[in-house]
Nanobody, 119 residues
């Protein structure tokens, strides 16, 4: 059974930092493109960052470029999202998403972790 377990969310002041982690189990991690999405109250889920299965290619939403960094450790089977210079508008539930690099129908979501940016 595939599980994606996120951790690292919480409450942080504007300008602060958080590091999210996602540790998938039950899948061949190195063969999956890993992404972070977020969903704020009343808004649609949006893509935040994506990293290719080999880790050589990344893509970011314009709103987080220069502030967020996605990375992965294919030995520890973990993907990270380092979030710096956080803003109140970054407040959302953050979700980890895994999609097979060839078979796109093989995809999985984590349960989400809350990030709240507030003074």
């Amino acid at each position: 059974q595939v599980q994606l377990v996120e951790s690292g969310g919480g409450l942080v002041q504007p300008g602060g930092s958080l590091r999210l982690s996602c540790a998938p189990s039950g899948l061949a991690f190195s063969r999956y493109v890993m992404s972070w999405y977020r969903q704020a109250p009343g808004k649609e889920r949006e893509l935040v960052a994506t990293m290719a299965s080999a880790g050589a290619s990344t893509n970011y939403a314009d709103s987080v470029k220069g502030r967020f960094t996605i990375s992965r450790d294919n030995v520890k089977n973990t993907v990270f999202l380092q979030m710096n210079s956080l803003r109140p508008e970054d407040t959302a539930v953050y979700y980890c998403y895994a999609q097979h690099y060839i078979w796109s129908t093989s995809n999985y979501w984590g349960q989400g972790t809350q990030v709240t940016v507030s003074s």
